[in-house]
């Protein structure tokens, strides 16, 4: 079941790479939920986490809900979106989500996909 859960995520990333990067004005279908499902595979921790259970995480690095080759794509996507410039569907997005979610998106993507902004 795992492995078919990942593959269906794997081709739902594939099938954004063709939209990424773009421009704020460029008419792409559904752009909001493909940042949304994008936000989603980068998400570290469950949303029902509690500031002390985010805190904890911090220091245990915890495994996440997504394997780290399904986040590190997920943050190439948005890497390449981040280093084209135009931003504010991203920001969109992100200001949908809790504060405390937010900044573990930071957090992932400074941490764990860094070390990725060489080969884009």
Same mark, same amino acid.
């Given at each position: 079941?795992?492995?078919?859960?990942?593959? @269906?995520? +794997? +081709?739902? $990333?594939? %099938?954004? +790479?063709?939209?990424?990067? /773009?421009?704020?004005?460029?008419?792409?279908?559904?752009?909001?939920?493909? =940042?949304?499902?994008?936000?989603?595979? *980068?998400?570290?921790?469950?949303? #029902?986490?509690? &500031? @002390?259970?985010?805190?904890?995480?911090?220091? &245990?690095? #915890?495994?996440?809900? =997504? %394997?780290? %080759?399904? *986040?590190?794509?997920?943050?190439? !996507? $948005?890497? $390449?979106?981040?280093? /084209?410039?135009?931003? %504010?569907? !991203?920001?969109?997005? $992100?200001?949908? +989500?809790?504060?405390?979610? @937010?900044? &573990?998106? &930071?957090?992932? !993507?400074? *941490?764990?996909?860094?070390?990725?902004?060489?080969? !884009?």
């Amino acid at each position: 079941m795992k492995a078919f859960k990942n593959l @269906v995520i +794997r +081709r739902k $990333l594939d %099938s954004f +790479r063709s939209v990424f990067p /773009h421009d704020d004005t460029s008419k792409v279908n559904n752009i909001e939920s493909i =940042y949304d499902d994008i936000l989603e595979f *980068t998400r570290p921790v469950s949303e #029902r986490m509690t &500031f @002390v259970k985010a805190c904890a995480y911090q220091v &245990f690095q #915890r495994p996440g809900i =997504y %394997s780290e %080759s399904t *986040t590190r794509a997920a943050c190439k !996507l $948005l890497l $390449l979106q981040i280093g /084209h410039g135009p931003t %504010s569907l !991203l920001m969109k997005a $992100l200001a949908k +989500r809790p504060q405390v979610e @937010v900044a &573990f998106f &930071f957090s992932t !993507l400074m *941490t764990t996909c860094m070390n990725d902004i060489d080969e !884009l």
